[in-house]
Nanobody, 127 residues
């Protein structure tokens, strides 16, 4: 079984930065951290979960709202997925989740295409 554990959330002022990490442990048939679709999602109060960024092999994907501000990366040696968030704005406040599409695929921004989730980490941007 693959387990995802997020860390790095917190409170920051607008314009600030935070770095989220997702530690990936365990195993599952067909799971390849280096190649499978791995993503970051967020859920704001009263809103549906939305895709923020994803990576699959050498390909990266970003929501328009975070493009040029957030950077997704993965350390294959450490089995860690990261999300560097810069120039944060109030609207970035949300619970952030790490997700894996084990032996799955499809549109990177759709939560239904992911079958393994972390417990989430809170990011709060406040003046």
């Amino acid at each position: 079984q693959v387990r995802l554990v997020e860390s790095g959330g917190g409170s920051v002022q607008p314009g600030g930065s935070l770095s989220l990490s997702c530690e990936v442990s365990g195993s599952a048939p067909g799971f390849n951290f280096n190649k499978d679709l791995m993503g970051w999602f967020r859920q704001r109060p009263g809103k549906e979960r939305e895709g923020v960024a994803a990576v699959s092999g050498a390909n990266t994907y970003y929501a328009d709202s975070v493009k040029d501000r957030f950077t997704i990366s993965q350390d294959n040696a450490k089995n860690t997925l990261s999300l560097q968030m810069d120039r944060l704005i109030l609207e970035d406040t949300a619970m952030y989740y790490c997700a894996a599409a084990i032996r799955g695929g499809g549109s990177w921004y759709l939560p239904r295409n992911y079958n393994t989730w972390g417990q989430g980490t809170q990011v709060t941007v406040t003046v």
